[in-house]
């Protein structure tokens, strides 16, 4: 079987995200060809190639792909979407955005978001807010597929030596072009690959309160997260959203502040290996799923911890 | 400019969902049904658009079974001014509604076409991007706001790392994300008034499309249980806890 991975990366480097798609691909199993389409991006491609187990990367260095807009970047992929059996990429917005479009101009099915891959045609895949979880059959020729990072480890990176070769770029559908972005700048990790992550609710109450979250972060080592009141109130931006429509997070440690528990958020970080509940109400639904439990006002557990970790 | 919004039923937000025993799929007999929140908000957005004089009439769409009808009632209450039901008892898939979709959009030229980023059921986040791309238009996905121009759009987008700005050639599909906009509830006085809007009622053989599923579930099942935790009683407990016994700082 030939298998291609859609790379994620910045131009210089592949993100966490590439790896785990990786990881599912070798469990597919066949020759896997890695994607790095960018401007400026050899780097990254060079990068890539250093993944274990990848036969080939193909490197398509254009402007048009500078900012993965999807209808180039899908039109990309068609030029050599037939030569393979299955087309992965991360569950990221890159992924989420571009790979139905491939799907549909290759009338195919797209299996969106797979935690497990049980044969080379059957995917387990959460639904309902990860509170199901359904085993699907693809009957299509090319399955194309998109990979949820928190649920694949993360394939060897370092030793690998594949070829890289140079892919031309495709016509410009001329349909959509960038204009801006505002990114959050952060020294932090980023969510999704962080091995702790400290997120905030609703019940801190305001964006100066907020701060506290991220001193504690800090601390740790951490990448801030919130729960949706928190992002919708203007407390935390839009992109450390943790929940069913937001991040999937995986983190060794998730660190719960001020958040009840929904189900729409639990299904962003119940995976977590240990999770810690601070809250006040003893009723509230996130200490169903916390390994240790904190009944306490957030103001003053808080500063508490703070002072407990710098000792 | 005509507005084509989609509008799929799901099971309610709030409700708690229950794996059928014989792993087919999900409890959904006597459950509180919804529209997709999602979809909700791009209702609002088609309907403030009209109000603004950028629109001229917004369609809304629904496709699966009778019921649906409900559905598309909420959206006319809201501001709406027509349905299409495309009437299916069948499980529809993502490209299959793209698929229905396209041929409706070839009926009813619209020049925008709304939808929730995701259905809250299925979780795909897909049928958008499938539409724009059988359609060879441009797509402009997870949005947290809309700006229509002349023959274009400035949309902005929520990704990854922020929000993204990109300008769209019209017409487009757009996806609507959490934060465009917080949908109105029906006054009374509209929901009467959405009684007496026109609700088209198509069978998917009217539209000639191929919608055999492509994918088969092979189970359902329960993920697994998290084991029960503890209660701490300080602070002090906790980080020796994590420390000492978790491992984890
Ligand atoms: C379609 C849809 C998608 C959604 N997607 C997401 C998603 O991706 N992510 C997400 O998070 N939500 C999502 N939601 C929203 C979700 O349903 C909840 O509304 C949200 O998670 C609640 O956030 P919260 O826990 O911060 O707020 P609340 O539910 O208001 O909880 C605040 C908590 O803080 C506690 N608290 C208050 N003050 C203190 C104090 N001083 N000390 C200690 N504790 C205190 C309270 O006891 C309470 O438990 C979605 C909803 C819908 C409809
Ligand atoms: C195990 C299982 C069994 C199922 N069985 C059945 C079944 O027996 N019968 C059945 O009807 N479905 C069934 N479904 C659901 C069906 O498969 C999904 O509706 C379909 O896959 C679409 O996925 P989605 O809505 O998550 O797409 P998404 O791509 O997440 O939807 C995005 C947006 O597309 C629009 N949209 C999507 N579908 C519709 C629609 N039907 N009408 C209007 N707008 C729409 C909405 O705007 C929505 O917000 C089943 C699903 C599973 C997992």
Same mark, same amino acid.
Request: proline fraction near 4%.
């Given at each position: 079987?030939?298998?291609?991975?859609?790379?994620d990366?910045?131009?210089?480097?592949?993100?966490q995200?590439? %790896?785990?798609?990786?990881?599912?691909?070798?469990? +597919?199993?066949?020759?896997?060809?890695?994607?790095?389409?960018?401007e400026?991006?050899?780097?990254?491609?060079?990068?890539a190639?250093?993944?274990?187990?990848?036969?080939?990367v193909?490197c398509?260095?254009?402007p048009?792909?500078?900012?993965?807009?999807?209808?180039p970047?899908a039109a990309l992929i @068609?030029? +050599?979407a037939?030569?393979?059996?299955h087309? @992965?990429? #991360?569950a990221?917005?890159?992924?989420?955005?571009t790979l !139905?479009?491939?799907?549909?101009?290759?009338?195919?099915a797209?299996?969106s978001?797979?935690s497990?891959?049980?044969?080379a045609d059957t995917?387990?895949?959460?639904?309902y807010?990860?509170?199901a979880m359904?085993t699907?059959?693809?009957a299509?020729?090319?399955?194309v597929?998109?990979v949820?990072g928190a649920?694949?480890d993360k394939?060897?990176h370092g030793?690998?030596s594949a070829?890289?070769?140079d892919?031309?770029a495709?016509?410009?559908?001329?349909?959509?072009?960038f204009v801006?972005?505002?990114l959050?700048?952060?020294?932090? #990790?980023?969510l999704?690959?962080?091995?702790?992550v400290?997120?905030?609710g609703?019940?801190?109450?305001?964006?100066?309160?907020?701060?506290h979250?991220e001193?504690?972060?800090?601390q740790l080592?951490?990448?801030?997260g919130?729960?949706?009141?928190a992002v919708?109130?203007?407390?935390? !931006?839009?992109?450390?959203q943790?929940g069913q429509?937001?991040?999937?997070?995986?983190?060794? %440690?998730? +660190?719960?502040?001020?958040?009840?528990?929904?189900?729409?958020?639990?299904a962003?970080?119940?995976d977590?290996?240990?999770i810690?509940?601070?809250?006040?109400?003893?009723?509230?639904p996130?200490?169903?799923?916390?390994?240790?439990?904190?009944?306490?006002?957030?103001f003053e557990?808080v #500063?508490? @911890?703070?002072a407990?970790l710098?000792? | 400019m005509?507005?084509l919004?989609a509008?799929?039923?799901v099971?309610?937000y709030n409700?708690?969902?229950r794996?059928k025993?014989?792993?087919?799929g999900?409890?959904?007999?006597?459950?509180?049904?919804?529209?997709?929140?999602?979809?909700e908000?791009?209702?609002?957005?088609?309907v403030?658009l009209?109000?603004a004089?950028?629109?001229?009439?917004v369609v809304?769409?629904?496709?699966g079974p009778?019921?649906a009808?409900?559905?598309?009632?909420?959206?006319? *209450?809201m501001?709406?001014?027509r349905?299409?039901l495309?009437k299916?008892?069948d499980d529809l898939?993502?490209?299959?509604v793209?698929?229905?979709f396209? *041929?409706?959009?070839?009926k009813e030229?619209?020049?925008l076409?709304?939808?929730g980023?995701?259905?809250?059921?299925?979780?795909?986040n897909?049928?958008?991007?499938?539409l *724009?791309?059988l359609l060879?238009?441009p797509?402009?996905?997870?949005?947290s706001?809309?700006?229509?121009?002349d023959?274009?759009?400035?949309m902005t987008?929520?990704?990854?790392?922020?929000l993204?700005?990109?300008?769209?050639k019209?017409?487009?599909v757009?996806?609507?994300?959490?934060?465009?906009?917080?949908?109105r509830?029906?006054?009374?006085?509209?929901?009467?008034?959405?009684?007496?809007?026109?609700?088209?009622?198509?069978?998917?053989g009217?539209?000639?499309v191929d919608?055999?599923?492509r994918?088969?579930t092979?189970a359902?099942?329960e993920?697994?249980?998290?084991?029960?935790?503890?209660?701490?009683?300080?602070?002090?407990?906790l980080?020796?806890?994590?420390?000492?016994e *978790?491992?984890?700082?």
């Open positions: 079987m030939a298998i291609l991975v859609i790379a990366h910045d131009n210089t480097a592949i993100r995200g590439t %790896l785990a798609a990786m990881t599912a691909a070798q469990q +597919i199993g066949g020759d896997v060809t890695v994607l790095v389409a960018g400026g991006c050899r780097a990254a491609a060079d990068d190639a250093k993944i274990a187990g990848v036969s080939k193909l398509c260095d254009s048009l792909y500078a900012h993965h807009l999807a209808e970047f @068609l030029t +050599i037939r030569d393979y059996s087309i @992965l990429a #991360p990221v917005t890159m992924g989420k955005n !139905p479009r491939v799907a549909a101009l290759l009338d195919v797209q299996i978001d797979i497990g891959v049980v044969d995917f387990v895949r959460p639904i807010a990860g509170n359904a699907v059959k693809s299509d020729a090319i399955k597929i998109t949820r649920s694949f394939a060897a030793d690998g070829a890289v070769e892919l031309a495709a016509e410009d559908p001329g349909l959509s072009s801006g972005q505002e959050s700048s952060s020294e932090r #990790p980023e999704t690959s962080a091995r702790v400290v997120s905030g609703r019940g801190m109450g305001s964006a100066e309160n907020f701060h979250i001193t504690l972060a800090d080592g951490a990448a801030v919130a729960s949706r009141a919708d109130a203007g407390y935390a !931006p839009n992109d450390f943790v429509t937001g991040k999937i997070v995986a983190p060794e %440690l998730y +660190i719960a502040v001020g958040i009840s528990g929904a189900i729409q958020h639990l962003g970080m119940k977590s290996k240990v810690v509940a601070i809250n006040k109400d003893e009723e509230a996130i200490f169903q799923v916390a390994d240790y439990g904190l009944v306490a006002d957030l557990a #500063p508490a @911890l703070e407990a710098a000792s | 005509k507005v919004v509008v799929k039923r099971v309610d409700v708690k969902i794996v025993a014989d792993k087919t999900v409890e959904t007999a006597n459950v509180k049904m919804s529209m997709n929140p999602f979809d908000i791009a209702v609002e957005e088609a403030r009209k109000e004089g950028t629109a001229t009439e809304a769409v629904s496709m009778q019921q009808q409900e559905t598309i009632r909420t959206a006319l *209450a501001g709406a001014d349905g299409i495309v299916s008892d898939q993502p490209l299959a793209a698929k229905l396209k *041929a409706l959009v070839d030229s619209p020049d076409v709304l939808m980023k995701q259905a809250i059921d299925d979780d795909s897909q049928t958008g991007q499938m *724009a791309g060879g238009w797509q402009a996905t997870f949005l706001k809309v700006a229509i121009g023959g274009s759009a400035t987008r929520e990704i990854d790392g922020g993204e700005t990109v300008e769209v019209m017409p487009c757009g996806t609507v994300d959490l934060r465009l906009n917080t949908p509830y029906a006054s009374l006085p509209n929901i009467m008034k959405a009684k007496k809007k026109p609700i088209e009622t198509l069978e998917v009217d539209l000639g919608v055999a599923p994918l088969t092979v359902v099942e993920p697994p249980a998290r084991q029960a935790g503890v209660m701490v009683p300080d602070v002090a407990t980080v020796d806890k994590l420390r000492n *978790a491992k984890v700082i």
